[in-house]
């Protein structure tokens, strides 16, 4: 299969997804087209109809391709391929009014992701990278940082909204993060906060509580654009076990050493 190419057709149908998505935010009333899922997780019709045509779409790219996509619109699981949907990644700022918000899509091989799309669609800038090809920003290539120093750095962070019994854990790193690093932002878009860390806005980024779909097309585009990405304790488990460290490979061992102390097992 030829990823490049299959890339740029899933960025046609992201963008148009991404159309969809700004034309109906027009309508959109917070008093009555939000549902609660859960503690702080909320969805509206935008981000399922968002899905819809994720999933219809992407289907009809590789047939007997199956999906993992945060609102369930499919639930059938491709032998060798899958699709890691997240309609709109930053639902919270969206129902807000706030930025970023974003489309986020990975494809896997077996175990392995193989290409990533992120559309930051209020800014209108297309992440995406293919196994082998670098990481791109709206045509351009992209690349980590070089910063290895906590006083050079940026770095972002997702608050917890689950899991409160790592609260504690989580506090005293993120005091640790703003004792000795340049800055902590919170943004809301954990796919857009790996895509910033590709393209060398945040120097490093680190959160709990995660799911395939935050991350799938996000880290895989860190990792082509030169970064480092692990769970909390080094491994390669962040996909599916909702921890996530990704940093440029030069600061790496300073920031993991401190995520690992306070969260690590
Ligand atoms: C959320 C965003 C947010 C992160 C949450 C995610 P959603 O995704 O990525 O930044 O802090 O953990 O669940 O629910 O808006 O798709």
């Not at 899905?51 to 060798?80: C, H, M, Q, W, Y």
């Amino acid at each position: 299969m030829n990823f490049e190419e299959l890339t740029q057709r899933v960025i046609g149908i992201v963008k148009e997804t991404g159309l969809y998505i700004l034309a109906e935010r027009k309508n959109f009333s917070d008093q009555k087209d939000v549902e609660i899922k859960g503690h702080s997780n909320f969805v509206t019709y935008i981000d399922k109809g968002s899905e819809k045509r994720l999933v219809e779409k992407l289907g009809n790219l590789i047939p007997g391709s199956g999906f993992i996509a945060e609102e369930g619109t499919s639930d059938v699981r491709g032998e060798t391929y899958n699709w890691v949907i997240d309609p709109i990644d930053g639902t919270t700022n969206f129902i807000h009014g706030l930025t970023p918000f974003s489309i986020s899509v990975g494809l896997m091989e077996n175990n392995e992701v193989v290409l990533g799309v992120v559309y930051e669609i209020s800014h209108d800038e297309m992440f995406y990278a293919a196994k082998g090809t670098g990481a791109f920003l709206n045509g351009s290539p992209i690349k980590v940082t070089a910063h290895a120093d906590h006083q050079q750095s940026l770095i972002a962070t997702g608050f917890p909204y689950c899991a409160f019994n790592q609260l504690d854990n989580y506090l005293a790193c993120m005091k640790e993060m703003m004792e000795k690093t340049g800055g902590v932002r919170r943004l809301g878009s954990a796919a857009v906060d790996l895509c910033y860390v590709a393209c060398g806005k945040f120097d490093a980024f680190w959160e709990y509580g995660l799911h395939p779909w935050d991350v799938a097309a996000g880290s895989f585009i860190v990792q082509q654009a030169g970064g480092k990405v692990t769970d909390f304790n080094g491994n390669n488990g962040y996909l599916f076990n909702g921890e996530i460290v990704a940093t440029n490979s030069l600061y790496f061992n300073k920031f993991y050493e401190i995520v690992n102390k306070h969260l690590g097992k």
